[in-house]
Nanobody, 126 residues
Framework: QVQLVESGGGLVQFGGSLTLSCAAS????????ISWFRQAPGKEREGVSC????????YYVNSVKGRFTISRDNAKNTVYLQMNSLKPEDTAVYYC???????????????????WGQGTQVTVSS
């Protein structure tokens, strides 16, 4: 069974930066698209970003374009989400997720997810 472990969350001030990491064990990620989702209290889980297995396709939700960067290091079996210029509305639990396919869907959706990490809390203070 795939195990995805997120790290790098925390408390940061408005305008600050964090880098989230998603590491996999017992499974290599390089054949699969990897997505980041987030869920704020009382809200639905939202697809934030996705990177295809070949780095050829990258998706960002409009609200994070220009501020977040997704990347992957297949040699380290790890996917990253660099988050800059953070805003209070970015506060949420962030989850990495392995897709069923090697390419990203047009919009990340929980229906396309095979495995989830446990989540890491990101809190942005104003």
């Amino acid at each position: 069974q795939v195990q995805l472990v997120e790290s790098g969350g925390g408390l940061v001030q408005f305008g600050g930066s964090l880098t989230l990491s998603c590491a996999a064990s017992r499974f290599t990620l390089d054949h699969w698209a990897i997505s980041w989702f987030r869920q704020a209290p009382g809200k639905e889980r939202e697809g934030v970003s996705c990177i295809s297995s070949s780095h050829g396709t990258i998706y960002y939700v409009n609200s994070v374009k220009g501020r977040f960067t997704i990347s992957r290091d297949n040699a380290k079996n790890t996917v990253y989400l660099q988050m800059n210029s953070l805003k209070p509305e970015d506060t949420a639990v962030y989850y990495c997720a392995m897709d069923f396919f090697s390419v990203c869907p047009s919009t990340p959706t929980p229906r396309a997810i095979n495995s989830w990490g446990q989540g890491t809390q990101v809190t942005v203070s104003s």
